[in-house]
């Protein structure tokens, strides 16, 4: 029997830590979409979180847990995206130094982004970021913080389904997007804990399968080597706490579609008025195609960002 | 010296009546933006509404204020915009029946928008809506729902600024658009009770500027014809109600160029994840018009709508 990476125990601890630091982020609904779904379905909005992502939980979460004297040293990431904006933005909050490694060909806007925060930036190599992160942590003792494959990340990502189970009240469902795994395994923390009977299920774009088949083979697949999804922030293949942690829940995947991503990223926008990111649309469209299933439940959906350059709207 | 349209005890009988049927909308701030303008921003986002609007707030009010004989004949209205979904909506909730007398060259999605609500259209020519309107009255006995120029409306607009105050406590200047006035109207009677010192703005583009000239000329002026803004939802001319308030109020117009409102809209979407209309991003357009008048202040801004068809996006 596999075991979770962290114990709900942790992901209440990192809910008082981090409180003071991060949004609790409202529950959206609505009624165009309990007709069609004849669903109850709450949207957790974690775009409307600081760094507009649910990425900020676990930095945060991570960051201060460590010792004044580790906290001196560092944080430091490899990260072209929400994470390495997040780790930058709980450094700021606790006054230490970070350092992004990211690939020398992001775009200059991620960047701009990640130093806005006040990050130092290294640039590497595409497939050279796992050495020079090691390389940062041997100059400067500085601690690598994982953006998911990380016990305190993951029980501060939990934190988002205990809020909206606080909000929102019993669920029958819960869904997340599944990249590396860590929004899924919080969230499957929480919810074992508080809704025993709940089913549990990540949305994954087919175009990057690996965490439907990881868990079919019960072995961790690679990622998808030149994956053409809308869906960027969810590239990433399992690490083993999360992958034990899935496995341990007995999260199922629902794989959605490229345009069932777009056209959920669009429902968002018209009818919710929420911007939300490709990745994060995925799980309005695992409701859809789960149909018959979701008839009559209460489903909660974690929105897992907003971070996107527009490009899948025209 | 002029009259208000309502008084405090009027918005906040409203409060209670709307309850059950409208959101109370989240407040979102940004980092980035009091890094930006050294002020603290509120914003109360009504495009997270019910229709998609604050107009729910108004029309609920009305709808609900009706006496059971007069509700049984139902409600009509003229508007190609919010006020008429926003009715249809308040109407669906008491069960009557409700008529928006559109004009034939509206927008189908719009006219499919209020149909949705389950009202009955009537099309009309452009110039006819009034006539249209008093026909629907003589033949129905329906009580005609005025969008802003009613003294149940503009109470029930009030609820959006009671609410903001409620939940951020005292600020030292409250923002919104200006199109009817209604909302502003609502706005200023609320906080003329709880805040007598605020500084009450209107933000109004300067390509339809006919409040900012009724205010500094005494005189109600109509609306600019042929006018070329991107904020279509405050087209309409103030109403003697509206007027009298805003007078009694003594509420500021700040006027915002067309470039400023698209930056704004595009600040809220790429920053906040929220999806404003033009004519509700002027509000932050204005407060960066006001510039060193807001440094260190605390402002309260309502966004009144999230209903756009991104066409100022590109």
């Known amino acids: 029997m596999p075991d979770p ?18 949004h609790r982020t409202p529950v959206a609904t609505s009624a165009t979409l309990r007709k069609e779904t004849d669903a109850d379905i709450f949207f957790k909005c974690e775009n409307l979180q600081k760094v507009g992502a649910f990425k900020a939980r676990g930095a945060l979460n991570a960051v201060l847990s460590l010792s004044d004297e580790a906290a001196d040293r560092g944080v430091v990431t490899h990260s072209s995206g929400n994470h390495g904006a997040a780790l930058a933005y709980a450094a700021g909050i606790r006054g230490i130094p970070c350092t992004v490694v990211m690939p020398e060909d992001a775009p200059q806007v991620k960047i701009d982004a990640v130093r806005g925060y006040g990050a130092n930036i290294e640039l590497c190599e595409q497939f050279a970021r796992e050495s020079a992160t090691a390389l940062v942590v041997q100059q400067t003792g500085a601690t690598m913080v994982h953006p998911f494959n990380n016990t305190d990340v993951i029980a501060g990502q939990g934190t988002a389904a205990l809020e909206l189970i606080e909000d929102v009240g ?3 469902m819960i869904i997340t997007p599944i990249g590396g795994g860590g929004l899924m395994s919080g969230t499957a923390i929480t919810t074992r804990s508080l809704l025993p009977e709940a089913q549990i299920i990540g949305a994954e774009p087919r175009e990057v399968d690996d965490a439907y088949r990881s868990l079919q083979t ?10 053409n999804t809308v869906a960027d922030g969810l590239l990433t293949a399992l690490g083993e706490l999360t992958f034990s942690t899935l496995t341990w829940a007995n999260v199922e995947i629902v794989l959605v579609d490229e345009p069932e991503i777009i056209a959920a990223a669009l429902f968002h926008l018209h009818r919710t008025k929420l911007l939300v990111e490709p990745s994060g649309a995925t799980g309005l469209a695992a409701v859809r195609k789960l149909g018959d299933r979701v008839v009559g439940k209460r489903v909660g959906v974690i929105i897992s960002g907003g971070n996107t350059d527009l490009s899948w709207l025209t």
Chains 1, 2 share one sequence.
């Not at 962290?6 to 991060?22: G, K, L, M, S, W």
């Open 170 to 172: 019993p669920l029958d």
């Open 218 to 227: 019960g072995e961790i697949q690679p990622r998808v080597e030149d994956a």
């Open 5 to 22: 990476a962290a114990t709900f125990e942790d992901v209440r601890t990192a809910a008082d830590r981090i409180a003071p630091y991060a």
